[in-house]
């Protein structure tokens, strides 16, 4: 009889110990639901990782240029120099921040249009001409660098009479060139001999063929404003467009075949670490290390799905402009948007290429919302080409 109920118990327990296991698994799955169908991509090249690097504006807006140039010259892929382009960047911020007496932010973060700007004052070289990893690890470590640059420079500005020798951009030029290289006058590709201006010219990237756009209500539409963030050190005008309008001109890329270099606030809670951004109405707190880690924090979370959410809010221009106003929504990250997608609800996404290296369940892509997109979008850049024709019209762009 002692053995019978005992054994009556065992089963019963385990009945209930498998229910808890089935609703756990049932759980694990929903936390993974998500069901993608691509309406439209456009090629991409390989997800790199900036590590411990504040760089993803320069890691974005070259996969974006990559992406440009396999289409209009039919290459099948890509690899340009990170490096040579936060080298350069430094050296120009490094100037422009002592004539300012040190009033002008210096750090590791930039824009999109610093990219553009180095390109067509300095050119570009590829990947393997300058890795920019002289400082002996195999992904890009930059506290160091950042903070001697930052003390170096300082430095200068802050001299008593002011009075500067001539030596001080070698000195800038010699940290620079000791951590990620030499700036090569002339190298080989493809058995070429190329300047670095000469094989930006062979590539074909113009430039001026690009145009940052962004939409907010505190400055006229269909005007020019400086965006007023600290890494838009540069001063760039990027165009303002109603919301609609807008998103009008990222689908339109998208379906015309071209990508997109995407700014975006990435320390909302709906941006995980599962590859999936959407709008859910909770805080959170950034964790530290990579970059990475300083956006999404370091553990794994369970991704909300479909299933498990109501109905994303509804995003207006008014919700923009109180984020932006109260510093909730701010230029945390740059990415390049190649793609759109929709889940078995028929939600839209932007397939998203991140600079993380191959992380999370898509391996390094992330899906994010149209309701996402619209709400945390600092800026973009994208082709002229890519805008629609009455958009460019409207914004007197030829």
Same mark, same amino acid.
């Given at each position: 009889m002692?053995k019978?109920?005992i054994?009556?118990?065992?089963l019963a327990?385990?009945?209930?110990?498998g229910l808890?296991?089935?609703?756990?698994?049932s759980?694990?799955?929903?936390?993974?639901?998500?069901?993608?169908t691509?309406?439209?991509?456009?090629?991409i090249?390989?997800?790199?990782?900036?590590?411990m690097?504040g760089?993803?504006?320069?890691?974005?807006?070259?996969?974006?240029?990559?992406?440009e140039?396999?289409?209009?010259?039919?290459?099948?892929s890509?690899?340009?120099?990170?490096?040579?382009?936060v080298?350069?960047?430094?050296?120009?911020?490094?100037?422009k921040?002592?004539?300012?007496d040190g009033?002008l932010n210096?750090?590791a973060?930039s824009?999109?249009?610093d990219?553009l700007?180095?390109?067509?004052?300095?050119?570009?070289?590829?990947?393997n001409?300058?890795p920019?990893?002289n400082y002996g690890t195999?992904?890009p470590?930059h506290?160091?660098?950042?903070?001697?640059?930052?003390g170096?420079?300082?430095?200068i500005?802050k001299?008593?009479?002011?009075?500067?020798?001539?030596?001080w951009?070698n000195?800038?030029d010699?940290?620079?060139?000791?951590y990620?290289?030499?700036i090569?006058?002339?190298f080989e590709?493809?058995?070429?001999?190329y !300047?670095?201006?000469?094989?930006?010219?062979?590539?074909g990237i113009?430039?001026d063929d690009y145009?940052?756009?962004?939409?907010?209500t505190?400055?006229p539409?269909y005007?020019?404003?400086?965006i007023?963030?600290?890494?838009?050190w540069?001063?760039?005008?990027?165009?303002?467009?109603?919301l609609?309008e807008?998103?009008?001109?990222?689908?339109?890329?998208?379906?015309?075949?071209?990508?997109?270099?995407?700014?975006?606030?990435v320390?909302?809670?709906?941006?995980?670490?599962s590859?999936v951004?959407?709008?859910?109405?909770?805080?959170?707190k950034p964790?530290?290390g990579?970059?990475?880690?300083?956006?999404?924090?370091?553990?794994e979370?369970?991704?909300?799905?479909p299933e498990?959410?109501?109905?994303?809010?509804?995003?207006?221009?008014e919700?923009?402009?109180?984020?932006?106003d109260?510093?909730?929504t !701010?230029?945390?990250?740059g990415?390049?948007?190649y793609?759109?997608?929709?889940?078995q609800?028929g939600?839209?996404?932007?397939?998203v290429?991140n600079?993380?290296?191959?992380?999370?369940?898509?391996?390094g892509?992330?899906y994010a919302s149209?309701a996402?997109?619209?709400y945390? !979008?600092?800026?973009?850049v994208v082709?002229?080409?890519a805008?629609p024709?009455d958009?460019?019209?409207?914004?007197?762009i030829r």
């Amino acid at each position: 009889m002692k053995k019978i109920v005992i054994t009556a118990v065992a089963l019963a327990l385990a009945a209930v110990s498998g229910l808890a296991q089935e609703k756990k698994d049932s759980t694990v799955k929903k936390s993974s639901d998500y069901e993608f169908t691509v309406i439209k991509e456009n090629p991409i090249t390989s997800v790199k990782n900036q590590y411990m690097s504040g760089t993803c504006w320069c890691f974005s807006a070259l996969s974006f240029l990559e992406s440009e140039v396999m289409k209009e010259k039919g290459l099948d892929s890509l690899d340009l120099s990170e490096m040579f382009v936060v080298s350069k960047s430094y050296h120009d911020r490094a100037i422009k921040y002592v004539r300012l007496d040190g009033y002008l932010n210096f750090a590791a973060g930039s824009s999109f249009g610093d990219v553009l700007h180095v390109i067509k004052d300095y050119g570009i070289v590829p990947q393997n001409v300058m890795p920019g990893l002289n400082y002996g690890t195999e992904k890009p470590e930059h506290f160091e660098m950042d903070e001697g640059l930052k003390g170096y420079v300082e430095a200068i500005a802050k001299k008593p009479n002011h009075e500067l020798t001539t030596a001080w951009v070698n000195g800038l030029d010699g940290i620079l060139a000791a951590y990620l290289g030499e700036i090569p006058e002339t190298f080989e590709a493809d058995g070429v001999t190329y !300047t670095p201006e000469s094989y930006r010219d062979w590539l074909g990237i113009n430039p001026d063929d690009y145009v940052s756009l962004t939409s907010f209500t505190h400055h006229p539409y269909y005007s020019q404003f400086i965006i007023e963030v600290c890494d838009n050190w540069r001063w760039d005008s990027s165009y303002n467009l109603p919301l609609d309008e807008f998103m009008e001109v990222m689908y339109n890329a998208i379906d015309k075949g071209y990508t997109i270099a995407w700014g975006s606030d990435v320390s909302e809670t709906g941006f995980t670490r599962s590859g999936v951004a959407t709008v859910p109405d909770i805080d959170r707190k950034p964790g530290a290390g990579s970059d990475q880690e300083k956006w999404v924090g370091k553990s794994e979370e369970k991704t909300v799905t479909p299933e498990g959410t109501t109905e994303e809010k509804l995003i207006t221009p008014e919700m923009r402009q109180d984020g932006y106003d109260r510093k909730t929504t !701010t230029d945390d990250h740059g990415m390049h948007i190649y793609g759109i997608a929709e889940d078995q609800n028929g939600t839209k996404y932007f397939m998203v290429k991140n600079s993380w290296g191959d992380t999370g369940k898509y391996h390094g892509i992330w899906y994010a919302s149209d309701a996402f997109v619209r709400y945390k !979008t600092l800026n973009i850049v994208v082709n002229k080409n890519a805008i629609p024709k009455d958009i460019r019209k409207k914004l007197g762009i030829r």
